[in-house]
T-cell receptor, first 115, second 111 residues
Framework: NAGVTQTPKFRVLKTGQSMTLLCAQD?????MYWYRQDPGMGLRLIHY???????AKGEVPDGYNVSRLKKQNFLLGLESAAPSQTSVYFC??????????????FGSGTRLTVV | GEDVEQSLFLSVREGDSSVINCTYT??????LYWYKQEPGAGLQLLTY?????DMKQDQRLTVLLNKKDKHLSLRIADTQTGDSAIYFC???????????FGTGTKLQVIP
């Protein structure tokens, strides 16, 4: 019962480098989300997906791309990292099957530093 | 979009009650969550309330909702050091199971 797994947990990038963050869930959830958390700003939605093969923009999508080729995986890509993308990134998932009772299941986060 | 505001910091003594407040702008929110984030971890669901309820109690937790004023509060009775964490208010804000998270309130419990 792994829930939501994020890899890697930590990463340091140089400005202009690219990377992909992986989110994997084993709960057969339809909905998956990528958030970033910055001090004093709470969690802001980057992109989300309502099912395999579909993605949509959230509140702060610029500089990020996503893909959901398989239902269990949601990938977040940074094509050309900038210092403003230094943050903690969280993946979350949920399902309509259980209604509102269980909310979102979150991963443990990826701490990314861009120098 | 929805705006969700919380005070950033709250300090209480162990054994006292804690009250964390939240205001939101979307009057169509039908359910509202409270999440807890411990240091270095992801968020965990604490409790939720439907918009047709005024109050919900769950052991040491009491959630109060004033829908007219769009104000939500979380009361933690007999606060313990293990309650030290960041607490997020999160009303739903549209379709596709979307919620908007508040800025978070860091609760410090003084022994």
């Amino acid at each position: 019962n792994a829930g939501v797994t994020q890899t890697p947990k930590f990463r340091v990038l140089k400005t202009g480098q690219s990377m992909t963050l992986l989110c994997a869930q084993d709960m057969n959830h339809e909905y998956m989300y990528w958030y970033r958390q910055d001090p004093g700003m709470g969690l802001r939605l980057i992109h989300y997906s309502v099912g395999e093969g579909t993605t949509a923009k959230g509140e702060v999508p610029d500089g990020y791309n996503v893909s959901r080729l398989k239902k269990q995986n949601f990938l977040l890509g940074l094509e050309s990292a900038a210092p403003s993308q230094t943050s903690v990134y969280f993946c979350a998932s949920t399902t309509l099957a259980t209604g509102v009772k269980y909310g979102y299941t979150f991963g443990s986060g990826t701490r990314l530093t861009v120098v | 979009g929805e705006d969700v505001e919380q005070s950033l910091f709250l300090s209480v003594r162990e054994g006292d009650s804690s009250v964390i407040n939240c205001t939101y702008t979307d009057s169509s929110s039908t359910y509202l969550y409270w999440y807890k984030q411990e240091p270095g971890a992801g968020l965990q669901l604490l409790t939720y309330i439907f918009s047709n309820m005024d109050m919900k109690q769950d052991q040491r937790l009491t959630v109060l909702l004033n829908k007219k004023d769009k104000h939500l509060s979380l009361r933690i009775a007999d606060t313990q050091t293990g309650d030290s964490a960041i607490y997020f208010c999160a009303p739903n804000s549209g379709g596709y199971q979307k919620v908007t998270f508040g800025t978070g309130t860091k609760l410090q419990v003084i022994p």
